[in-house]
């Protein structure tokens, strides 16, 4: 593959979910990509969304950029990616069902080779895609990040990648 997957989830409700810096981070990596394929922005309200971009978009995309929030509480003592329902409450799908998803469409297998989880706390979901070693490479967070950090790190990353310089030395 070589294009690449864009999934922006996007806060509904409360204005303390809002992420106002998301659409230009989605317009700056498209701007870094516009000679390759960027299939997105694409969103939902729930990981079903996510696995059917990863789904429509199978075999031609060698990265996902996922933008959204990331640590929240799944109800079972672990913290995952958030999706904001109609309602405006969230929902966290099990790491384990997110990555068994995005290991699907990844190396050996599929061409999928990089994973970006730009929100806060993603770390055990990127553990759980990378589980094993054989899975691809994750771009995550360990921390809580400002929507403006992770934007400026996720441009600069995709830039340094389009310059040549590969994951681990973006």
């Not at 204005?15 to 106002?20: A, E, K, M, V, Y």
């Not at 329902?85 to 997110?98: E, I």
């Not at 990378?130 to 809580?144: E, F, Q």
């Amino acid at each position: 593959g070589s294009g690449v997957l864009i999934f922006a989830c996007e806060p509904r409700g409360a204005s303390h979910f809002r992420l106002p810096m998301m659409h230009p981070e989605v317009e700056a990596i498209r701007r870094v990509f516009e000679s390759s394929p960027v299939y997105g922005p694409h969103s939902g309200n729930d990981a079903r969304h996510l696995v059917q971009a990863l789904d429509e978009h199978s075999g031609k995309v060698w990265a996902l950029h996922f933008t959204g929030h990331g640590g929240v509480p799944d109800g079972s003592g672990g913290h995952g990616l958030g999706f904001t329902r109609n309602d405006g409450r969230m929902v966290t799908p099990s790491n384990k069902t997110m990555a068994d998803a995005i290991r699907l469409h990844a190396f050996p297998s599929g061409p999928l080779k990089l994973v970006v989880l730009n929100g806060c706390d993603t770390l055990p979901l990127g553990k759980e895609v990378h589980a094993g070693g054989s899975g691809p490479t994750v771009l995550c967070w360990k921390t809580k990040v400002l929507d403006e950090i992770a934007k400026e790190f996720a441009c600069a990353f995709f830039e340094s990648m389009r310059r040549g310089n590969d994951a681990k030395h973006a």
